[in-house]
């Protein structure tokens, strides 16, 4: 089940890069974004999953050497990185958006005035 | 004291958002926009005397959170000589260009959103490097891309400044995942993420793990630095960015991922001791420092030669970190300082320009020193900084580098190393070459009719300018005291990763995982080199310039030539389009041809442009300005950094 995790996550980071050396298409380019964050994400969240593990919700006096929770850092760090991944989402399409205005496409092969 | 560094980046982040608010009114914004950039300075130099002169390490945990058990539960800030160093760098320069800002950005529209973006910017980077906590370190450096995107974007009618802005946002994401990625990997191997415990954790535990997380973290850098391959990234973002905002990029924002560099290879991980890892970092700054000085000979446009140059000259930085030796990081740190002076007053004089004329071209350019005398002899002072002539700051940095180059030659009996000298010296020549060129085409020359009415920029303008000038003369003339005060201390803390733990995770920590500082640390600097293997240098390229002179084949105008120069005889020179070699003088000697007799700054390096000619259209091809082509390059530099790292650490 982890394994198959990590696996998973690594399929969509490569599968994330693969959409962005590979499609002509700005919108691909940041639909490959996206999902080589997602891939990352999910690789965080496997870090901290214990298996058979309670939810990361204790106050001092409760907890004991015993009690088995999943670690709790990982999903501080994944909501991060969703909210920041979002934020590339939303910076990248307005950018493609007035790309599109300016150029008249969304080909990357079009849009390499600035190059040598 | 243990206030100030959490005090210096939020003045930051809080005038950004106060800007949101009460920025309407334009004296209010610019109140708070000196406010915010004048306070963390001040905050940073009362730091300096403790941290700098005394040694002290200050840490501080954010709600008061200490470690538990020999644990780091909280967030830290931790600030060493480095931090301190590299923080006081960002400060002084944000804080010029925040000055220059005022009147350069004044008749922009947005005005409020610029100075928040610029705010956020500085705060992030301000955040990387006085940040205790690797997690928080990728906060930061998704702050600061953010921020340098939009502000690259920020004139979006400019030319090509969406396009830069793009591109520049899908790389950089690419390395921000890399660094999240990376850091990820540490976590599931040390379950912690402060530095200091990382850095008793990492050195002992290299497993595959860790050893990949280093090459995620290393590229991760690599593009906040723009390093090979991602130079074309900054080449594209100055170009198009306001020119304030084009020394935040050069100045500051290259100076995050080498302080991550620096950070991550000698107290992360520990790995500079490896020669193996010497001389990756030695390869990708020399790649670096070339490959973009060639690049920046072939360009036309007055901001993208410039940051080819930055890039360049990042290059000799991180080739002198590179050497692990005391005097080569120390060199490679006052490097860095210089580099952001006078990088940061030539991105400014480009400004000014840019100001008046309302173009960058350096073909529609020329003798504007009539019509700006100031800001003509402050792009001098910067350009004979940057080419390395006596009295100015570069000059002394570059020395250092070659000395420190040099000495690791002859200390490690490395011929390598020798090679590293002669390219360090190659650039340098090429660097002033190309700044003939600009100084040239820019400046002297005669006036095009259509800047008769040019006059010198407004007194803020000059005032930023002034201050970087002065403190690239200052720097350049009391090298003893800079090494002294900055660099020094600066390098030691690089050393001592020891220290760097226990002031963090309390004392003797280090000591439980046996870690121990290997390194030594001499200044054995200035005067070990030989006069006499020098001058054996010299003979020996004199030698060879000699031969290749002798042997290579004389150029012989050949029977086609002679029928052209015949034809050329009747109709004119036609030295434009590929001229045979016989005319290339036409242009100087043409006699009464033409009134307007400017020479261009393609001419001024024909012979050798043309014997190139091959290399400047192979790279020019290279550098298609295709998003996929330099994803593409990221992703090569990213599985080579990892099967490196695997094989050999």
């Given at each position: 089940m982890i394994l198959l995790n990590y696996i998973a996550s690594f399929f969509l980071i490569v599968l994330g890069l693969y959409c962005i050396v590979v499609k002509y298409d700005l919108m691909k380019t940041v639909i490959g974004l996206s999902i080589m964050d997602y891939g990352v994400n999910l690789l965080i969240i496997t870090v901290g999953f214990n298996p058979g593990g309670t939810a990361p919700i204790y106050s001092f006096g409760e907890l004991r050497p015993e009690s088995f929770f999943v670690d709790p850092i990982p999903q501080a760090l994944t909501l991060t990185s969703i909210v920041i991944g979002a934020c590339v989402t939303a910076m990248s399409l307005s950018l493609v958006i007035k790309l599109k205005e300016m150029?008249?496409?969304?080909?990357t092969h079009e849009i390499r005035r600035l190059r040598g | 004291m243990n206030h100030y560094p959490i005090l210096a980046i939020m003045a930051y982040f809080l005038c950004a958002f106060l800007i949101v608010v009460f920025g309407k009114n334009r004296a209010v914004r610019n109140i708070l926009g000196f406010i915010g950039t004048a306070a963390p300075l001040c905050l940073l130099i009362m730091l300096a005397e403790p941290?700098?002169?005394?040694?002290a390490i200050i840490s501080y945990w954010m709600g008061n959170r200490a470690p538990v058990g020999g644990y780091a539960i909280g967030i830290a800030l931790e600030v060493d000589a480095l931090g301190l160093f590299f923080g006081l760098l960002i400060a002084t320069a944000v804080f010029v260009a925040m000055i220059y800002s005022?009147?350069?950005?004044?008749?922009?529209?947005n005005e409020p959103q610029y100075y928040t973006l610029f705010l956020m910017l500085c705060g992030g980077v301000m955040g990387l490097v006085l940040s205790g906590d690797l997690f928080n370190m990728f906060i930061m450096v998704e702050i600061l891309t953010f921020a340098a995107v939009a502000l690259t974007a920020?004139?979006?009618?400019?030319?090509g400044a969406l396009e830069a802005a793009f591109k520049y946002l899908v790389v950089g994401c690419i390395g921000s995942t890399c660094i999240l990625a990376g850091t990820i990997m540490l976590y599931a191997q040390?379950?912690?993420?402060?530095f200091a415990q990382l850095a008793a954790f990492l050195p002992g535990n290299l497993n595959t793990a860790t050893i990949i997380a280093y090459a995620l973290l290393f590229i991760g850098f690599c593009t906040k630095a723009f390093l090979v391959p991602f130079h074309p990234l900054a080449a594209d973002a100055h170009g198009a960015a306001p020119a304030p905002v084009s020394v935040l990029i050069s100045g500051v924002l290259t100076k995050s991922g080498l302080y991550g560099i620096i950070r991550l290879t000698?107290?992360?991980?520990?790995?500079?001791?490896l020669g193996t890892v010497q001389f990756w970092l030695v390869f990708l700054g020399s790649v670096s420092m070339f490959l973009c000085v060639t690049m920046a000979l072939a360009q036309h446009d007055f901001k993208r030669l410039l940051a080819f140059h930055s890039i360049s000259q990042i290059g000799y930085v991180l080739t002198a970190a590179g050497l692990a030796t005391a005097l080569g990081v120390s060199s490679g740190l006052y490097h860095a300082m210089n580099h952001t002076l006078f990088k940061g007053l030539l991105f400014l004089c480009a400004g000014a320009v840019l100001h008046e004329t309302g173009t960058t071209d350096l073909g529609k350019l020329g003798g504007l020193s009539k019509k700006m005398p100031v800001t003509t002899v402050l792009f001098l002072i910067g350009a004979f900084s940057i080419s390395g002539i006596?009295?100015?700051?570069g000059f002394a940095s570059k020395w250092l580098i070659y000395q420190a180059t040099y000495q690791k030659a002859v200390e490690s009996g490395n011929i390598g190393f020798l090679l590293v000298t002669v390219v360090c010296l190659v650039t340098s020549t090429l660097t002033l070459a190309s700044f003939v060129k600009v100084t040239q085409s820019v400046f002297f020359g005669q006036l095009p009719k259509?800047?008769?009415?040019v006059k010198e920029v407004p007194f803020g303008m000059r005032l930023g300018m002034g201050i970087l000038a002065f403190l690239c003369i200052v720097t350049g003339l009391f090298p003893g005291l800079v090494q002294r005060f900055l660099t020094g201390p600066a390098s030691n803390a690089v050393f001592h990763a020891n220290s760097y733990i226990d002031a963090m995770m309390g004392f003797g920590y280090a000591e439980k995982f046996g870690l121990a500082d290997t390194l030594p640390v001499s200044?054995?600097?200035?005067?070990?080199?030989s006069p006499i293997s020098w001058l054996c240098l010299l003979l020996i390229m004199l030698f060879a310039i000699t031969i290749v002179a002798l042997t290579s084949k004389r150029d012989r105008i050949s029977a086609a030539d002679k029928k052209a120069q015949a034809a050329n005889a009747v109709s004119g020179?036609?030295?434009?389009?590929?001229?045979?070699?016989?005319?290339?003088?036409e242009l100087f000697f043409?006699?009464?041809?033409?009134?307007?007799s400017q020479v261009g700054g393609d001419d001024l390096f024909w012979g050798f442009k043309h014997n190139w000619r091959h290399y400047f259209s192979f790279m020019h091809d290279l550098h298609s300005g295709i998003v996929n082509d330099y994803s593409l390059w990221a992703v090569v530099a990213l599985a080579l950094a990892m099967l490196y790292a695997m094989i050999i650490l």
């Open positions: 150029y008249g496409t969304t080909d | 941290v700098l002169f005394n040694g005022f009147s350069y950005m004044s008749h922009d529209d920020f004139r979006n009618k400019v030319f040390a379950h912690t993420l402060n000698y107290i992360l991980f520990r790995t500079m001791g006596p009295p100015f700051n259509e800047y008769e009415n200044f054995e600097s200035v005067g070990v080199w020179p036609s030295f434009l389009d590929g001229a045979p070699a016989a005319n290339k003088y043409g006699g009464e041809e033409s009134t307007y």
